[in-house]
């Protein structure tokens, strides 16, 4: 597989469950982004991870956790989620410096439901 | 604190004819800039970039502009084509990237 693979693509879930959403990249890139994408609003940037460290947190309720293992997997953590959280969720992968020239290679994201 | 927008939600265009999606920002520490274009049911990919020491870059049918005391970064697209009718979001930044709420283009044959 290339590029960024995002599973699942389709997930709804009760406001008391637990899941977990997967991002995998197999670019060799350093760097990997969690976003979210409401309807009509600008993609928010929630995580940042620089080299399997977290470099950023947008003040993203607690409610989303992420983990980043290594540089080719990125995870975030649902639980207790909100009907408002219902949301296409984007991971990206970028390779540190050089994202100018490049930018961000994005996964086909996962949609989200809370019901 | 809304750092990237595209003022504009849509835009139509008639096929053969230019295609021109703005964005401004407003934070001065950006300095580099990138478009993106997303189809339904995928990930935005990326389309075109400039850095803050150019004022313009080509790459066949686009060319992205940017007015720096302006705070202002346009994508052209000449001539457009019916395949080009998609969501376009502007990103900018210096270590990480903010973007735009796009702007949906729709080219009519």
């Known amino acids: 597989e290339t590029g960024v693979t995002q599973t699942p693509r389709h997930l709804v879930m009760g406001m008391t469950n637990k899941k977990s959403l997967k991002c995998e990249q197999h670019l060799g890139h350093n760097a990997m982004y969690w976003y979210k994408q409401s309807a009509k609003k600008p993609l928010e940037l929630m995580f940042v991870?620089?080299?399997?460290?977290?470099?950023e947190n947008n003040s993203v309720p607690s409610r989303f956790s992420p983990e980043c293992p290594n540089s080719s997997h990125l995870f975030l953590h649902l639980h207790t989620l909100q009907p408002e959280d219902s949301a296409l969720y984007l991971c990206?992968?970028?390779?540190?410096?050089?994202?100018?020239?490049?930018?961000?290679?994005f996964g086909s994201g996962t949609r989200l439901t809370v019901v | 604190d809304q750092q990237v927008k595209q003022n504009s939600p849509s835009l139509s265009v008639q096929e053969g004819r230019i295609s021109i999606l703005n964005c401004d920002y407003t934070?001065?520490?950006?300095?580099?800039f990138l478009w993106y274009k997303k189809y339904p049911a995928e990930g935005p990919t990326f389309l075109i970039s400039?850095?803050?020491?150019?004022d313009k870059n080509e790459d066949g049918r686009f060319t992205v502009f940017l007015n720096k005391s302006a705070k202002h970064l346009s994508l052209h697209i000449v001539p457009s084509q019916p395949g080009d009718s998609a969501v376009y979001f502007c990103?900018?930044?210096?270590?990480?990237?903010?973007f735009g709420a796009g702007t949906r283009l729709t080219v009519k044959p």
């Open positions: 400039i850095s803050s020491i150019k």
């Open positions: 991870y620089n080299f399997k460290e977290q470099t």
């Open positions: 990206a992968s970028s390779q540190m410096p050089s994202v100018a020239n490049y930018g961000y290679t």
């Open positions: 990103a900018a930044g210096h270590n990480d990237m903010r």
């Open positions: 934070n001065s520490m950006f300095d580099y």
